[in-house]
């Protein structure tokens, strides 16, 4: 979702709003906004010349201003405005189509994982700890874990989403100074054009909304890879309590590879250093910083791209998973005389308190 | 705040409070309870030794529960629970004790920061962005934007905080077998004794809750961090923008070192790490983890303090300041023909709105 | 460097070079072995939709051994191989180039420091810790503190290298046992047109070899960042010790950028994320893991890049630096009265002998 | 290892020497070196006060000196020396202390490991990829892979710990100055004091060398945990295939848990963090870091500490493992025409080539 395209796109949105609004507002004449509007369609630009030219300034947007300068023939491009503001901007565009796209798995996931619950309300299993056999649950209650934990993990991105996911616009240093008393008024203008909030004031060098986002993506990924990691323990051909369609093996046709987990697990793997390298980056100096915002840019990418790739495996995972209730039995009933296989406790209230929780 | 000290006493305090429940629900002997209260005072225990001994299980809990009822005569310590509900909750208890010591500093910090924001609405400065001069803003800008990053960070910890910092109470594999239909009972008499509520189910292996507040506790941390950075960075000699009281130097008797700013930085180099940590351990498998859950605890005490010392680091740096009109302006003025010195823009609309934001 | 373009290109290398392997011994055909190279040219096949079809199989070489069998019209691709063999070449034969390199701006970068520092070794400068004035030392040995920091760092990337970089070949469980006794053979057949080293045993499981060498990287970029850190500080315009030609800035037409600088500062913000990643996804499932081995791909190619980067980036600056003696002595000066400015100590010796060391 | 009353007498110890080498060079007086020698004893200190008191100077090194000096009488204590000066060394010497304890762990496992492997060079078993069935290998390879992995692993430390467990001396800012020309004559008679090697020249902020060491402990216990975590998978009650005494659960008496494997597995999970935060540390300012070294002190040990306890966890495991080759048939044999049972490759060949190897 996050390549280099995808950008480049995001940022030529970025100056054409930029040039609208100022247009509307009588700052820079209509034609060259129409001129910009034009010139500023992705099939225009060398994205891979674009990156490579980036190195000299360590920004993106400058050597993409220059192509859109050159392509428009105006120079009203990116007239009064930064490269931050655009390159922020981008990114919250980019993680507002993700946010909606992920929305879709998880709406699935969750019904999905609803209705294999309430399914198996009454197959009782092994519980375990610590890897070794323990007391018996209900393969239902197991579920309703997930269930709970993906839950809260999707609804704790919401807010961070919307404080995060809007407009930045402050100019060389946060002060709009290149607007005269302008500024507000055009940042609203820009909002309109991208249908994407505004924030109170620009926060150039004050990245904890973006960091408060990427680490709720880090905990939902968490959750999802412990799903993972107890379907693939499920999945163990000595176990065989739950089974899934499975991806190839180059060398052994007759395995079904559990491609769904072990796409979440890697996910799971990465998250927490590239959320660590965004916090490391939060130490920003001044009005903008000279390493830290950059290092921001692949890492919010690779981030979003990881966190897609685990909901979509698990998703897929649970949506086509087959329960194997006999072998859960026997699991169980393996261990009569060590432990109390028919002990359930309160499992089933818990699991019912699990499926309605709100937080 | 995070010591092993502190955490024995807590177990300590759990194991009390289940026992006062169980006695007044019924479930285990009046006298029972009044023995283990009388026992598990912390200065009856070698934390050391039991620390020493917690090796033997991996679960501080173990050698405790031991001690425990050897010190009390009684058997009915920890009766029908799991060593991980007494340590999470006993976890619970340090947070809810750490959250409030530093709501106090943050409160001062908040206060600090508005007041010289206010002072220095208008005392124009340097702007700088990429570690060179790029614009005037004000200073009281500058300190607004710290303040809406440090209001918006101690903010977020709070829904976080409310969620995980909670009884745990499941039993050996969260089903509360152990207390036959009185499981929810139990677990209700037991947050009234700890004044701690209840979860609406045990979450054993579905870490999310803690991970979300360590991850809030390490996004504060970095704007701490940030701000920090900026204030060593205007009390460089050449610089001269700001100072303040500082450490001594073990080798140079004229040197103050800003060691307020040194503690907030050096959490902010840590807290990245530590929540990783933390993400990483949220793939834990089954029930209960082999070893994800295990690697919690150090990491949460590190986090706690981390964070604190920060805090207190930065509240005591600002309480403390001096600022340099002079120096600023003379800073400015230095770059008179290259930069526009007097171009301000927004920036005090910007800085009362940053005053008053509330997410 | 590691773009997907060039790891597909080097997996077409693996699959060219195995069959050439198993002509030459008689396993295959000759015509397979002329077929299956001829069809292996990266212009004939559509790197972005392998990398898409890569997800059902969580695997990148089974789209392109599918697409390699249908252009060949061979079936003798990737004959008795397995997935992770391919791929775990491909990255040694990436590795391979980026080594030699970066070598090439290293030796660059050395000899700029061994020329500055020998030019300023009589330089008198402030020496600052805490980052407040401290006592005098010279620039000259400040740069041999760089220069023994990188030369040590690169040094250490060797052993690491040559015992990572290597022909990974064991077939599906790492026994050879599609290649009956003829599987070292082949492997050194392989070895001899791919001119790469065999490992002494598979380690499709074991990373080890690899983590170290990411690791020498990551400490390599550690120093090339503390390297950048000291010139952003010493080109402040207040404290304008050095200065170099910068960037661009889309803002502020006066300003100069520390371009290379900032490449290595956002560099050394990554890497210890990705190192992170790295040793997390060591703790790999048996004989091939089901997250930690997929989760390494992206992780070293980004780690590869990065250091490539942060190595340009400081090599330029380096390469382009000016010094200010008379602001240097300037700073000194001003704090007469308050150190010692003329007292240096054993500084020059000490230099020296850093410009000597070797481990 | 690296408990705080350990750090205090490392400290005192580094005093000592300094006043002892300085005496025997004529630069204080004989009986100076002698009242702080009879004063620097750990029981004279109280080490939560001293720990407390760090916080006003973020150095143990100032709190300690004072006290040092009050003990003692003597104005000589630290004479001329830096704070970072006595903090490196202290840590030196508890480096060389805690390399020494693993070691001697380290022999033990690689003797257990070797006669594992060569008892069990013939029975063989199902290797697993993926987490699913695969193609058989040997139990004695298996090991052989672990074997290899901890070799080379703990191999690795040894030059990294060479390189970085050294006298730190070089005052202020590193030049030597409070001791004119005899400053590496000083140095020298501390290293003679220490038996510990001096560096050819001070590394105050160049943090290469120690961040090598914490690597490759971080490399090490990837290893380590790579091998839990196999060993828990075989001992899943449903898998059986092997098996080891456990420790106490404190709610199932019938349980054993992996108690052992679950340390490694805990320290597998925080150790990519504490080197992250290791090499976080490493961009340092000037000539002393204000942060990035002060996060050094608890991460270094933390992450020490978390080493020794993986590998006593697996060391004590693999020592006491009780291998079920029956369990191995049968699961193998469960696969009979699925896959080629039978089919073992050059196994054994590659297990010998493993057992021998050297880098």
Redesign the interface.
């Known amino acids: 979702m996050f390549e280099n395209t995808a950008l480049v796109g995001a940022l030529l949105e970025f100056e054409v709003a930029l040039a609208r609004a100022q247009a509307r507002l009588g700052m820079i004449p209509e034609e060259a906004a129409e001129a910009i509007t034009r010139a500023a369609v992705i099939g225009n630009f060398d994205v891979d010349s674009i990156v490579r030219d980036a ?5 993106i ?2 050597p993409l ?1 220059k192509a859109l300068k050159a392509r428009s023939g105006s120079e009203y491009v ?1 007239w ?4 931050q503001d ?1 390159i922020d901007t981008a990114i919250a565009l980019l993680l507002d189509r993700a946010q909606e796209a992920m929305r879709i798995d998880h709406v699935r996931l969750e019904q999905s994982l609803k209705g294999l619950s309430e399914a198996h309300a009454n197959t009782v299993m092994l ?11 209900t393969f239902g ?2 579920v ?2 997930w269930y ?2 993906v839950h ?2 999707w609804f ?1 991105t919401w807010p961070a989403f919307r ?1 995060a996911v809007r407009v930045q616009f402050g ?11 302008r ?2 008024e055009l940042a609203r203008a820009i909002s309109r054009e991208l249908h994407l909030p505004t924030a ?10 973006l ?2 986002l990427i ?2 993506y ?3 990924v ?2 999802l ?2 799903i ?3 379907l ?2 499920l ?5 065989g309590e739950v089974s899934a369609p ?7 046709p ?6 769904g ?17 965004y ?14 915002w ?2 921001e840019w ?2 919010m990418g ?1 981030a979003v791209n990881a966190t897609a ?1 685990a909901l979509a495996g698990v998703t897929d995972t649970i949506g086509a998973l087959t329960v194997h209730p006999e072998r859960m039995r026997a ?1 169980l009933d ?2 009569k005389g ?2 109390d296989t028919e ?5 089933e ?2 699991r019912q ?2 499926m309605e ?1 709100d ?1």
């Open positions: 190195r000299e300034s360590a920004s947007a400058i201003i990116h009064g405005s930064t490269s655009a519980g375990r700890t610590l890897m070794q056999p323990a007391a018996p649950i209650y197991k309703a874990g709970g934990a809260r993990g704790r404080a100019g060389a240093v946060g002060t709009l100074a290149s607007y005269g008393n500024g507000e109170n004031a620009p926060s150039h060098a004050h990245r904890d909304r960091a408060a680490a709720t880090g905990i939902y968490g959750s890879g412990k993972a990691r107890d693939v323990l999945m163990q051909h000595e176990v499975g991806g190839e093996s180059s060398a052994m007759h395995k079904r590879n559990p491609v987990c072990v796409h979440a697990l890697a996910a799971a793997t990465r998250m927490p250093g590239l959320v660590a390298t916090l490391n980056a939060m130490v920003q100096e001044h009005e903008r910083a000279a390493g830290g950059q290092a692949q890492t690779d790739s699991n393996a261990l060590v432990i002990k359930l406790g309160a499992v209230e818990l308190r699990l929780e937080d």
